[in-house]
């Protein structure tokens, strides 16, 4: 025996599921109208914000620094540095590349495998760099030439790296 609902409770429950919706998204709203004029928050929205300026809070590093992922702690990746503009961006050309994997952990294990797709940002910091490299561990290089300083020892050694 099938068991029918009725137009009229149909109905019914999708007036009151309509009627939560609506109290829910209104009981959602950041806040009341007379609340936000009284704020004393001072902080400018990120669109407030000039481009060479940081946002209180996002402190700029020194020139050429990225001690945070994307430059700083808003993540904005905007850098201050002048040396590229309209009349020179199309004369750029790569100055070193670096390997998925330093060669220290291919020598260590030939069969390792790992990811080439690295979608990390690089830190730079002391005019160092930091990034994870292929097997998620961290190598330091010379920002200007792209030059390995240390990698990180895998834990265990060989057999410390993913298969």
């Not at 002048?82 to 260590?108: F, M």
């Not at 730079?124 to 990034?131: A, C, M, Q, R, S």
């Given at each position: 025996?099938?068991?029918?609902?009725?137009?009229?409770?149909?109905?019914?429950?999708?007036?009151?599921v309509?009627?939560?919706?609506?109290?829910l998204?209104?009981?959602?709203?950041?806040?009341?109208?007379?609340?936000?004029?009284?704020?004393?928050?001072?902080?400018?929205?990120?669109?407030?914000?000039?481009?060479?300026?940081?946002?209180?809070?996002?402190?700029?590093?020194?020139?050429?620094?990225?001690?945070?992922?994307?430059?700083?702690?808003?993540?904005?990746?905007?850098?201050?540095?002048?040396?590229?503009?309209?009349?020179n961006?199309?004369?750029?050309?790569?100055?070193?590349?670096?390997?998925?994997?330093?060669?220290?952990?291919?020598?260590?294990?030939?069969?390792?495998?790992?990811?080439?797709?690295?979608?990390?940002?690089?830190?730079?910091?002391?005019?160092?760099?930091?990034?994870?490299?292929?097997?998620?561990?961290?190598?330091?290089?010379?920002?200007?030439?792209?030059?390995?300083?240390?990698?990180?020892?895998?834990?265990?050694?060989?057999?410390?790296?993913?298969?």
């Amino acid at each position: 025996m099938k068991i029918r609902k009725s137009p009229a409770n149909s109905r019914t429950y999708t007036l009151a599921v309509m009627a939560a919706a609506i109290l829910l998204l209104t009981a959602c709203d950041s806040q009341p109208e007379e609340v936000a004029s009284e704020s004393t928050n001072t902080t400018p929205a990120i669109a407030d914000v000039a481009p060479g300026s940081t946002s209180p809070g996002t402190p700029q590093d020194p020139a050429g620094e990225w001690a945070f992922y994307g430059g700083n702690n808003g993540a904005n990746k905007y850098s201050a540095l002048d040396q590229i503009d309209a009349s020179n961006v199309n004369r750029l050309e790569a100055s070193w590349r670096r390997p998925a994997l330093d060669q220290y952990y291919t020598d260590l294990n030939p069969d390792q495998r790992f990811s080439a797709n690295l979608i990390a940002a690089p830190i730079v910091k002391n005019g160092v760099g930091y990034y994870p490299n292929g097997v998620g561990l961290v190598e330091a290089f010379n920002p200007g030439t792209g030059e390995t300083i240390w990698v990180q020892e895998p834990p265990g050694g060989a057999d410390g790296l993913p298969a």
